[in-house]
C-alpha cells in the first residue's frame, strides 16, 4: 500500500469521525430536549398555547343560629381586566387613560397595577407584552361594564368579569364577631401561597371570616383559551370549569339577643356577652364601640382602615375576649369557692368590717367607708365586702392558693374561642412578680388580689365562663360561635359542632350548690338586689367595681356584673349574661342595669323598650341619669 493510499485513507476514517461526532451531538441534544427536559419544554410549550383564568368562586353566606336569617352574603359586582399584550403598538396610553376615565381612577393608579420589568437601563417600565389579564379595579358596577362595552372597540385589552363582593346584611355589634374580607396582602401571601392562595385573592381579615376562611373560600373555576406563540387567542370556545361557592356557617348568634344585649350596652365603651352554660354556645357578643364592615367595599377602604386603627377609642377590639381588666369583686366568686372546698373557715363564723383593714404600713378600705359590721361568708358576699375577703386572703388562703384556684376556672389562660385572637389574661403570683419586675411580693399585693384588684387582667369572656362554671357545678365547656357548617348548594348540614369541656373541677358538688345559694342571695339581700329586681326570671349574679388608677377621672372605675339564670330551671335552659362598662363612660353604675335588661327580654321575649318599660328600678335609673341626678357608687 503507497503512502498516498494510507494518506487518502486516513483522511476518510477522519471525515467518517468527524460525521459521528457531529450526529452523536445531535443525538445527545435531542436526548436531552426530549427525555431530560421533555416534560420541562412539554409545559412551556403547554403554556404558550393554553392561556388560563380564574374565575374566583363565591364566599359561602354566614347565618344566625335559626339558618333563616343571612347575615353575610354576596352581591353582584364586576372586576375589570386589562392584558397589555392584546393592545396594538402604540396605543398603550390612549388606551389606558380611557379606561381610567371611565372607571374613575387616575392613570398613575392604572399604571401602578401593571406588570414591571427592567429596560437596558436598569429603568422599571410596564412589561407591555404580558399576556395574562391584570386587575385594574373591583367593586365595578353596571353602569360603568356597559359603557367599557360600549366602547369596547376602542378599548382593545380591557375585559370584565363577575367578582360578587361581601355585602353584610346585619352590621353594628355583630361586626366584631363576623369581621371582613379583602385581598392577600405579600405578607400574607408568603404564609399562605402553600395552600393554594394567589395574590389579590379575597381572604377574611378578622372575626369569622378569617377563622373559617378555608371553609367560606369556596373553590375556584377557570376559563381556558387557545393562543398562538405570541399569546393571541386563536379559539372561540374557552373550555370553562364553573367555580364552587364556599360552604355556609349557621353561628350560635340569637340576631335578636345580640340586638337587645347591643341596646342595652348602648353607646358605653364596653362589652357585653349571652352564653349557654351547658354546652359554651354563644347567644350574643357585643363590643362597642364597633365599626361598619361594608366600608371596606369601598374605593377608600385603606383610608377608612387607617382611620378605624388610629382611633383613640379603638372599634376593631373586641373587648369581649380582647379586652383585659380587673375582674374586681366579681372574683370574690372565686373567693368564695376557696374558702368554702379549703374549709380554713367555717361559713357561719363571723369577721368584723370596720370599714378598713390595717396592715403593714398603710389601710386598706371597704368600699363602704363606715364598715358592715360582723359578716359571715354568705352575708359578705352579698355585701361585697372588702374587709372579710381581705382577712380571709390573707390568713387563710393566701397568694398561691388563690392563684391555683383562679386557674381552675380558667384565668390566666386561653378560652379557646373561635376567633382569630382572644387575650389569655394574667393570674399574678409571686414567682411572677419577681420575674416580671425584679421585686418580692408584699402582703399589701396579697390583700388586692383577694378582691379582684392589684395585678389581675382577665376579659368578659373569662368572667362568663366563670359563673358558668358555678352554673355547671364544676365544668366549663368550651365558648363557640360555629354552630353548623352547611353545603352552600343544598342546605345539608356536613357538620354540627358538639359542645367540648375546656375544664373541669374535682371541688365537691356540695361547695358548688352553696356558691349557687350564696349567688342567688346576693341578688335577693345584695348589692344588686335595686338593679336586678326582676319578676319575671330568677337570677343569681355577682356585681363589681373595679378601681383604675391611671385614669384622671373624678370615679374611675369599671362597672361589671355577671349572673346567671332561671336560677329554679336545668342548667340547659339557663343563660350567663356578662357586661362590662369601661372607666371612661360617665359613671351610671349601669353594668347591673343592663344585665336585667337582657334577662328580661331574653325570658319574657321582648325587644329592649319594652324590656326597659317593664322594668320600674331600670326605667326609675335611667330617668336620674337623664337629669343628670346620679352621683353614687355601688359595688
Known sequence: MTESTIDKNGKVLILLLIIFLVFFGYAVCLFRLQVVNGEMYRKEADAVKS?????????????????????????????????????????????????????????????????????????????????????????????????IA??????????????????????GSISHVVGYVGNITNDEYNVLYNEGYKLNDIGGKMGIEKQYDKLLKGQKGMISRTVDARGKVISDKPIVTDPKMGNSLVLTIDSRIQQLAEKALGKRVGAAVVLSPSN??????????????????????????????????????????????PPASTFKTIMTTALLSEKVISPYEKIECTGKLHYGNRDFRCHQRWGHGYLDLKNALAQSCDVYYYVTGVEKLGADKIASYATEFGFGQSLEVDLPSQAVGLVPTPQWKDKRYHEPWLGGDTVNMSIGQGYWSVTPMHVANMIAMVANAGVI???????????????EVIERIDREVLRSSSIDNSVWREVQNDLRYMITNGTATYPMENKVVKMAGKTGTAEVNNLKKEQPWHSWMVAYGPFDAPVEQQVVVCVLVEAINEWEWWAPYATNIIFQGIFANQSYEDAVNSLPNVRAHLREIENKNYKGRQE
Open 280 to 325: 359554651g354556645e354563644i347567644l350574643a357578643m357585643v363590643s362597642y364601640p364597633y365599626y361598619d364592615q361594608n366600608i371596606f367595599n369601598s374605593d377608600y377602604a385603606s383610608d377608612e382602615y387607617a382611620k378605624l386603627i388610629n382611633d383613640e377609642m379603638k372599634p376593631m377590639l373586641n373587648r369581649v375576649v380582647n379586652g383585659t381588666y
Open 51 to 147: 392561556q388560563t383564568q380564574t374565575i374566583p368562586a363565591p364566599r359561602g353566606e354566614i347565618f344566625d343560629r335559626t339558618a333563616s336569617l343571612p347575615m353575610v352574603i354576596n352581591a353582584d359586582s364586576f372586576a375589570v381586566d386589562l392584558t397589555p399584550s392584546e393592545i396594538p403598538d402604540g396605543y398603550y396610553d390612549t388606551v389606558t387613560a380611557r379606561l381610567s376615565s371611565i372607571l374613575e381612577i387616575s392613570k398613575r393608579e392604572l399604571d401602578f397595577r401593571m406588570p414591571k420589568g427592567e429596560n437596558k437601563k436598569g429603568e422599571k417600565v410596564i412589561l407591555k407584552s404580558w399576556t395574562k389579564p391584570v386587575e385594574i379595579k373591583v367593586n365595578v358596577p353596571f353602569e360603568k361594564i356597559s359603557t
Open 477 to 491: 365547656y368550651k365558648p363557640h360561635l360555629l354552630k353548623e357548617i352547611r353545603d352552600s348548594a343544598s342546605g
Open 150 to 171: 360600549e366602547n369596547i372597540t376602542d378599548l382593545p385589552g380591557v375585559s370584565w368579569r363577575s367578582k360578587p363582593i361581601r355585602n353584610y346584611v346585619v352590621t
